[in-house]
């Protein structure tokens, strides 16, 4: 509950453009809530709808990417009195920033600088706007890995931003947010990238934080049931207008407009495909639910793709000659098969060797050993010449972060048409036609065909990467986390549309999410990982109705229900420690064996790494 009704922030009558070709674009037109002390405001709706530029234009970072605020005002409360942010001088803005404003960027890989250490970047701050030490700085750094639960605090401190993964680089984003402990966090899609445990801890935090220092929070997420939990207001936005706004009871219980409405209905709940065998797609108010044929069972198809004992191992240099002195042991003894036209999901925790897997499998990480068949043919065995022409063609990926995955410089155009010229698949005027037609089929107007990545916001940026994988056809999409950017109406497009691919064509998918929700209403079979091991496979009735380990267990319970009047926010803060990955030359990894607990439903019998 609020501590105290007097705002800490008033947005009124806010209007922002950009510079455009043909003139300015308005991104925020007429724009006006408030956020008192102690209150969690989450903003929601479409991507592009104007969340996110509303909250940089409180931190006046809008300018940066080429916007301007051309009318109204943001009344910031500072030192006793109201001041307009939108009119303050850059030097009031620098000591606002990061101390009295703290802010999780929606995208971690761009909001940390690549040439500087976690360390470096974490202690910056500390030192200019609290004044401490380098060790004290650098002791509070490590207390705030801590906090987000990172684990080996003190090894990731003198690390880069690329030897993090996806969802280690989040946790570090929000530790610096929150570091200067600021009166005003702004989060805009702050749990993106991070698996559900992880998440509920997160928010747990945040809510705590709220609670002890009567901090306010502007909350921006697609997540309607991370809104459920969170909020005590609800703005709704649409194409840069407010559309709604009310208690977060109201909201969910009684919206008054067609947009909110819609919104709700695309929120996939958790619990909703009990009893049902096969994925079914979502069912969008005002829209077409696709037809999806019927699937062949396991027994029916023959696997397009099988793993069998994958393992893959990064070196950790140190020393004064950079020797390998231990390795990440990132995928350990991982088995799995996927059949045609089937969807395997893997879910599990940030650093668990998700993605590790499905970046082995293209070989865009070299797998340390195992096989990797698809259609009998050893992918890990091919050069590099076959591995271009023989599997990239049939097994297409969907990275985590659009923005590394898109190139900066090339139109949005060029980049789906790539891979089908290379492939030699269309010529001419073909090529144009296959581009605007995968455009329409992931819900983007052909005017962004000619646009380039920076003038997208991420949930856009996605679905250009979701095209381009597209564009040449595959056997396999290699899907990971590639519907967590995107708000839920536009995602529950995108998964009805693959399930819609998968039963045209025959397209298998493996999936790589940490949203339980989604992955209930997508996948045939789950597998459950755990520091680099499956600890649990099975099919979806299996493993979301009837879990066996405990992981699994735990994973399902974190999920955050889209239903306020049933908040789970974590009141105890007593972490699970992540054991770390890292082994030491030489260690002998203990095999994984599996009892079956059903039909082809396998438990992880040794709990390695699972104590306690």
Known sequence: MPVDQTPLVRIENLRVEFRGDDGPIVGVEDVSFSIAPGETVCVVG??????????????????????RITAGSLGFSLNGSQIDLARAESGTMQTIRGDEIGMIFQEPMTSLNPVFSIERQMTDGLRIHRGLSRSAARARALELLRQVRIPEPERRLKQYPHELSGGMRQRVVIAMAMACEPRLLIADEPTTALDVTIQAEILALIDRLKRDTGMAVLFITHDMAV??????????????????????????????????????????????????????????????????????????????????????????????????????????????????????ALVGESGCGKSSCGRSILRLSEATSGQVL???????????????????????????????????????????????????????????????????????????????????SGG???????????????????????????????????????????????????????????????AHRVGVMYLGRLVEIGTRQQVFENPQHSYTKSLLSAVPIADPTRRNIREDLNFRPIPSPVFPLGHVAVASTYVEVGPSHLVLENEVGLEG
């Open 46 to 67: 479409e991507s592009g709808s104007g969340k996110s530029v509303t909250s940089l234009s409180l931190m006046r970072l809008v300018e940066f990417g080429g916007g």
């Open 227 to 344: 809104v459920a939990q969170m909020a005590d207001r609800v703005v709704v936005m649409y194409r840069g207008k407010l559309v709604e706004e009310g208690p977060v009871e109201r909201i969910f219980a009684d919206p008054q407009e067609d947009y909110t409405r819609k919104l709700l209905a695309a929120v996939p709940r958790l619990g909703e495909m009990r009893g049902k065998s096969a994925p079914e797609p979502m069912r969008l108010v005002g829209e077409r639910v696709p037809t999806v044929a019927a699937v062949p069972t396991d027994a029916d198809v023959k696997p397009l793709l099988q793993v069998k004992n994958l393992t893959t191992r990064y070196p950790v240099k140190g020393g004064l000659f950079r020797r390998t002195i231990a390795n990440v042991h990132a995928v350990e003894d991982v088995s799995f098969d996927i059949p045609r036209g089937q969807t395997l």
């Open 374 to 456: 698809l259609d009998q043919t050893d992918i890990l065995s091919l050069s590099s010449r076959d591995l271009r022409r023989r599997v990239w063609h049939d097994v297409q990926m969907v990275f985590q972060d659009p923005f590394a995955s898109l190139n900066p410089h090339m139109r949005l155009r060029d980049q789906v048409a790539e891979p089908i010229r290379n492939f030699d698949i269309e010529k001419g005027k073909a090529v144009d036609d296959r581009v605007a037609e995968l455009f329409h089929r992931v819900e983007l107007p052909r005017a962004f065909m000619s646009r380039f990545p920076h003038e997208l």
């Open 460 to 522: 856009q940026r996605q679905r250009v990467a979701i095209a381009r994988a597209l564009a040449v056809k595959p056997k396999l999409i290699i899907a990971d986390e590639a519907v967590s950017a995107l708000d839920v109406s536009v995602q529950a497009q995108v998964l009805n549309l693959m399930m819609e691919l998968q039963a045209e064509f025959g397209i298998s998918y493996l999936f790589i999410s940490h949203d339980m929700a989604v992955v209930e209403r997508v």
